[in-house]
T-cell receptor
Framework: AQSVTQPDIHITVSEGASLELRCNYS??????LFWYVQSPGQGLQLLLK??????LVQGIKGFEAEFKRSQSSFNLRKPSVHWSDAAEYFCAVDLNQAGTALIFGKGTTLSVSS | DTAVSQTPKYLVTQMGNDKSIKCEQNLGHDTMYWYKQDSKKFLKIMFS???????INETVPNRFSPKSPDKAHLNLHINSLELGDSAVYFC????????????FGQGTRLTVV
């Protein structure tokens, strides 16, 4: 079955430490890939996206993600986490590469400790 | 100058009532969506409209009826509300086509009591 998997439900990192959030998808072809962030009580904000080309993409707020075709993964990274990064992070795919609809992972809750 | 705006932000209502959530986008997009986020924060597509035409209709009870009067608006009407309808409903919009991304509204938290 087609799916998007975020294996980590909850991650806690210390402020200033590095972060990696995992995302795997199971589809035949490479879909469009996205990471969204949702702060408490807020909507979804796009962090970064991958359509094609360079497999390392840069996003807002110092985030980056790397697409690895061989692993069907699109992991999100940040070298130094800030307390304001505490939020819910969602990986999503656009299967049809046509802007029709997104399939979301179940999300990873990021907590930042001081 | 909000890109995708939803009203209301919060909605508390009794079981059996009928309610509507409105969504408007000023991005010039041709495709709009409704997503439902459940209590476990799982997001799932409900409907998608392209140029006022329904293109995605996931397994959603008939009590939910989207209406798109024009490309910039997509409203969600819910009849006979049930406790299980309590969730956060997100509207989104995008261009239909290559290299496109979706922009989301702030969400409407619906609580059915």
């Amino acid at each position: 079955a087609q799916s998007v998997t975020q294996p980590d439900i909850h991650i806690t990192v210390s402020e200033g430490a590095s972060l990696e959030l995992r995302c795997n998808y199971s589809y035949g072809a490479t879909p469009y890939l996205f990471w969204y962030v949702q702060s408490p009580g807020q909507g979804l904000q796009l962090l970064l996206k991958y359509f094609s080309g360079d497999t390392l993409v840069q996003g807002i707020k110092g985030f980056e993600a790397e697409f690895k075709r061989s692993q069907s993964s699109f992991n999100l990274r940040k070298p130094s986490v800030h307390w304001s990064d505490a939020a819910e992070y969602f990986c999503a795919v656009d299967l049809n590469q046509a802007g029709t609809a997104l399939i979301f992972g179940k999300g990873t809750t990021l907590s930042v400790s001081s | 100058d909000t890109a995708v705006s939803q009203t209301p932000k919060y909605l508390v209502t009794q079981m059996g009532n009928d309610k509507s959530i409105k969504c408007e986008q000023n991005l010039g997009h041709d495709t709009m969506y409704w997503y439902k986020q459940d209590s476990k924060k799982f997001l799932k597509i409900m409907f998608s409209y392209n140029n006022k035409e329904l293109i995605i209709n996931e397994t959603v009870p008939n009590r939910f009826s989207p209406k798109s009067p024009d490309k910039a608006h997509l409203n969600l009407h819910i009849n006979s509300l049930e406790l299980g309808d309590s969730a956060v409903y997100f509207c989104a919009s995008s261009h239909r086509g290559k290299n496109t991304e979706a922009f989301f509204g702030q969400g409407t938290r619906l609580t059915v009591v």
